[in-house]
């Protein structure tokens, strides 16, 4: 186990560009690779992703591993997990970070089952212990109610690690790197996507929106979330929910927040007529700023916010929309 | 069609903030009492994925369990709500184990109980959020896998699955058998029946222990655990809580935008 080392990276290439979850984690990985006085490698895997590996090594990678290949170009969990679990298995790193995302979160439990790893997701915090040289990894649970820190006791150390949760890397052109293309002669897939429908009709992916505007149980019905859409479009943001409006079809199941949601970190997270019950405010705790609009002034979510205001959402949000409108383009 | 679903008891998540207390020392979390243990939702959600299946064509469904003396309530629960027999996996050799012990568990159990063409869990349990269980089953028994599913299809030997992703969903298709982990976009799980109740008071539900299916006993419990929690403590979420007045709800609204303008928060 002593003779690995090093930490690895899954890098995500989106829209011919390194997605931001993996400028985070390179961030984070140059910084434990220092800790850990070694290396810090990345893989890429996808179709045409050669010219981004430049670009990784700038955010500070010593190595690229590249699998380019037709076939990779849309994630397939047979494909991608076989080229991650052979690079860890060459590369024979001490500690495999990826994304929580739709892609780490998915390949992770693979291929740490192949490869005898550990394995910790949605971490939002991960730290070398200065005295045994492990890497302690901290992760919400119970639906946020509580923070455990985990250690490892095999390698290599594996961790999915929560989008906006460490600070991204800054790019420095002036870094070299070497660049190792990945043989994909064997992909073994099973399982095959056969359509990709794009359908959020406001255009903004909850996960990435730097503002959420969400209504919760206090709502009235479908209606009331036009209200909502409305603020959430004047600030560029995007809509959600709690269980409840989702459990009544008030609007899709897709805008629940929570832990048995969607989980997001925007700057700005607006809950109005919500309650602040734990199992949504685990989706929303690492939001920047949290405004709470609510008619009952004891509702546990004001404890919760920075900022709030007492009033019916029906009065309030007319008000609010139009001030805002007024605001942000002045 | 043999469908099996993996569930799993859990703390309620609904539950009063008030009432979760852990043990700092021992780094657990104390079970409040008075309040019952619950299926976890999205396991929940993976029945009613199989129910769904079940209401379209001849199926039958297996609920599977590991736990204590309590996992037979959400045996019953399950089958209830529809589900034709459950089984409890049981053994004090199981305590502690970790994601990869319990999906080894699980996949004994599977292989013992049968022919199986779909196996179906939660995209993760609501207590420890970890998200692994169901696809290192598909790993033990060397099936495909597909995650985070919202529709659920399976005919004439492969797996049609709706797999959420950030901006809409891929359809995915697999070979059966294989393993599907159910997202919370399914939507809600059916309720129990009151003829599903009488019927399910009424079946016997075995419990397995480690020898029954022929666990290595190496590979479960605590000592094969392949990581171990060193520190658990309550988060502290508490936030300033200033509440911006005005004589009029709407004046209040003005005056936060306002507050907002002056944070740079807008």
Redesign the interface.
Known sequence: MSERQGVLVLAEAQEAQVAPVTTELLGLGRRLAHELSSALSALLIGSGVGGISQDVIALGADTVYVADRPELG??N??AYTAVATKVCREAAPSVVLMGH??IG??I???V???L???????CVDLRVDQDTGRL??T????????????????HP?MATMRPRSAAPAEPDPSRNGRIIPVDTSVLDI???????????AEGL????AR?VVSGGAGIDGAQGFDLIRQLASV?GGAVGATRLPC?QGWVS??F?IG???KIVTP??YIAVAVSG???H?AGC?GS????A?N?D?EA?I???????????YR??????IR??QE??SS | MNIIVCIKQILDPEMPPVKFKIDAQAKKVIAPEGIPLVISPFDEQAVEAALRIKDAQEAKVTAITMGGQSAKDAVKHVLAMGVDEGIVLSDEAFNGSDSFSTAYVLSQAIQKAGEYDLILCGRQAADWDAGQVGSIVAEELGIPVVTLARKVDATGGTVRVERVIPDGHEVVEAPLPAVVTVSSELGQARLPTGRGIVMAARKSIPVWSAQDIGCDVSRVGAGAARSEVVALTLPIHERKGEIVSGETGAQAAVNLALKLRENRII
Do not use: W
């Open positions: 849309t994630f969990s047979d995302t739709s979160r998915d992770a439990p693979r740490a089952a192949r005898g790893a550990s394995l910790s997701t949605d302690l990894q992760r919400p649970v119970h639906g946020g109610n509580a923070l455990a820190t985990i250690a490892s006791r095999v150390q099973q399982a095959r996507v056969v359509e990709t429908v794009r359908e959020e992916k909850l996960e990435e503002v600030l459990e199941p897709s629940q832990q048995t949601g700057d700005l019950a734990p199992q405010m705790m920047g700023y949290i405004v609009i008619n002034p546990h004001f404890k919760l916010a920075d900022f709030g205001i007492v009033a019916d009065e309030a949000l007319p008000a609010l001030k805002c605001l942000v």
